[in-house]
């Protein structure tokens, strides 16, 4: 763990978020699929959409929290994120289950920024980590350390 002054304010965007994703429905999974096939012919030219998920404005508040952050503290150095995670132990991160507890804000954060972008390789990732309460457990945890 670091050891370090933390900035007054450094962690606000991401805080303030913290009481509207505990009322929050997060979002709903779209799958058009089922009704399209009646309407599309599923070709090049008229190709079915896909399911994907449409994420809550709190949401999308908290991605450009995390990207502003990343964006704002470079000397945290999230673009390297699973080696953060990794020299702190993390190899094999199950979401909803990673105990935060004992991570500092520069592990919490990669964890964060891991979430992510996680979610361009895997549909849902975000949704999955909102509904099973682990974000909110991160902020939680963040809320901790700055107090």
């Known amino acids: 763990m670091r050891e370090h002054a933390i900035e007054p304010g450094k962690f606000e ?23 399209s096939v009646k309407t599309h012919k599923g070709t090049k030219d008229d190709p079915l959409p896909w399911p994907h998920i449409m994420y809550s404005e709190n949401v999308h508040k908290l991605i450009e929290a995390v990207y502003n952050f990343h964006k704002n503290n470079p000397d945290y150095d999230l673009t390297d994120y699973m080696c953060i995670l990794e020299q702190y132990g993390y190899t094999d991160i199950k979401v909803d289950t990673i105990d935060v507890s004992e991570m500092d804000d520069k592990c919490l954060m990669a964890l964060f920024m891991a979430l992510i972008r996680g979610e361009r390789f895997c549909d849902g990732l975000i949704l999955e980590a909102l509904e099973a309460g682990a974000v909110q457990r991160w902020l939680a945890r963040l809320r901790e350390i700055v107090s």
Not at 13 to 35: H, M, R, T, W, Y
Request: negative net charge.
């Open 13 to 35: 965007e991401l805080l303030q978020l913290e009481d509207a994703l505990k009322k929050d429905s997060f979002g709903e999974v779209i799958n058009p699929l089922l009704e």
